[in-house]
């Protein structure tokens, strides 16, 4: 018998909120650098008004509520939640919509329902889907990647990216400069092969959309970071990612536009690493044991993957998350987890 | 017994049906989107309150308590059909716009609420003026949504109002911005959902300052006519 020998103090190191909050913000790096390299400089002008907003939005919201302002503003939630907002955001969108997003996030679905920890819905997600519904075509209207955008249109530099953020000067609302995604193209085409849609959009990368693989990539790298360093358990994100897996090798037959596309598009398109790592893993507004979180996963996966193929939008994982946002509680209510000797009733 | 004043405050303020007693929801969300559509359901809501409350009241002392919510239902149903029909001879479009909601007045339970929990015992003039009072107090929350919702949702106000007031209301548009994008979650059903409980939240806070404001004086007079005794401790 070699047990191992600890000496005391066995207490470790508490990691505060803030400093978890700070973790996720250095996890979300890869993926916003590639967003950055794919799409240009929108992104980083997105989360720069974001983070703006949200503090001053934040810090008036504990003003009206009487809390410690500094104190709440510390645990760099509200930082956290801009942030993820706005890369789910389109770049380039507009300070209004930023604005208004932000203050669902912020005010509707975070401080009204009393503040952190107290939102039964993801705050980020709640700001996206209130945009989505509201402006649906601000809101799907994508920039083409920058390698993509042709030549005798420039690519914004970072001034007049946020000249266009604070629409001080015109976007260039050309064909070219917004592209349909490629899982809108997926969606609406119905009656090629994949190859020859691939052949015929150049939105397309080698596994999935071009730009897009790299994203999802990015946000791959962050996210098993987070789970090295142990900031959640694998079980949403895994289970999230093959319930899709699943479902998409499915319903895949092989290469007519009439399936959805392939397993690895899937995987690697849209905001299904982003969602999976990023936004399913909030502690506050997903279940609680580990059990309830795979369940939570696979649900999200599972609506992920029935939305973009069968529902109105291109991408689903923000209407996923709050749909099993809302069914955690009973999940949690039937995975709870018993203690240790109350085990007692044996199914006979 | 019938005091007309506190008939007043209860039906527009302290007991609005809105706001208070959350009654009538499924019209008060489904058709507030404009300023146009709430004043059209707001007088149609009013128009069979006071048309079954009346009637409720006049026969009060031959129904039977066995059967009385059928009797009331069927005196229900009959204003809703009259209004109905009204509406179809003279604001076709409303009507057509408020669609299934009108005959749905019908199973507003506001309407029912009034006629078994007030016109069944009281006099006929003190029913009449509670359906009124609890009809406007209605119309108003309605009016009052109605018109955040056209505003946050499409910028402009008193839009179509010729639907009701005839061709002299055509021009009472009022648009504040020009290039406003419409910003649709007002418009459909969460942001009348949302809206209404900022509308509550806002009642809740004037109920409390006024609550507030009377305890302090009431504290004041205490203080000058009554000696207080201490039986506790003083902190």
Known sequence: ?348 | MTNYADITRNGLWDNNPALVQLLGLCPLLGVSNSVVNSIGLGLATIFVLVASNTFVSIIKNVTPAAIRLPTFVMIIAAAVTCIELLMQAYTYELYEILGIFLPLITTNCLILGRADGFACKNTVGASIYDGLMMGIGFALALYLLGAMRELIGTGALFANMDLLFGAAAIDWKITFYADYPQFLLAILPPGAFILTGLIIAGKNYIDNQIKKRNETRTDDAEKISKRVRVTGKID
């Open chain 1, 1 to 348: 018998m070699a047990l191992m020998r600890v000496t005391s103090p066995h207490a470790h190191n508490r990691q505060t909120t803030g400093q978890v909050m700070q973790l996720v913000l250095l996890a979300t790096l890869p993926g916003v650098l590639a967003l950055t390299f794919a799409f240009g400089w929108g992104t980083l002008v997105n989360i720069l008004l974001a983070v703006i907003f949200a503090i001053a939005l934040e810090a008036s919201a504990l003003k009206l509520r009487k809390r410690p302002i500094k104190f709440y503003l510390n645990d760099y939630t509200a930082i956290v939640t801009a942030v993820l907002l706005a890369i789910a955001l389109p770049p380039y969108s507009s300070w209004w919509i930023i604005l208004v997003g932000i203050f669902f996030s912020i005010i509707v679905a975070k401080q009204l329902y009393g503040g952190l920890g107290y939102n039964p819905f993801n705050p980020a997600m709640v700001g996206y889907v209130a945009l989505l519904i509201s402006f649906p075509v601000a809101m799907t209207s994508w920039p083409a990647p920058i390698y993509l955008t042709p030549d005798e249109l420039s690519i914004p530099n970072p001034i007049n990216a946020l000249l266009i953020a604070l629409t001080i000067i015109e976007q260039p609302i050309i064909d070219g400069f917004t592209m349909a995604t490629p899982l809108d193209l997926v969606r609406q085409n119905d009656a090629l092969m994949i190859e020859d849609l691939i052949n015929e959009y150049p939105q397309f990368g080698r596994w999935s959309g071009y730009g897009w693989e790299w994203v999802n990539l990015g946000f791959l790298v962050g996210g098993i970071f987070l789970l090295q360093r142990k900031i959640f358990t694998w079980h949403t994100p895994v289970s999230m990612l093959l319930a899709i897996l699943i479902m998409s090798a499915l319903f895949y037959d092989g290469g007519s536009s009439a399936s959805a596309g392939s397993p690895l598009f899937h995987l690697l398109g849209g905001a299904t690493m982003f969602g999976a790592w990023f936004i399913a893993t909030d502690p506050v507004s997903s279940a609680a044991s580990n059990k309830g979180r795979v369940i939570y996963g696979a649900g999200i996966g599972l609506l992920t993957f029935i939305i973009r193929k069968w529902g109105n939008y291109p991408d689903a994982v923000a209407f996923a998350v709050l749909l099993m946002n809302f069914s955690a509680p009973l999940i949690d209510h039937y995975t709870q987890t018993k203690p240790y000797g109350h085990n007692t009733q044996k199914k006979s």
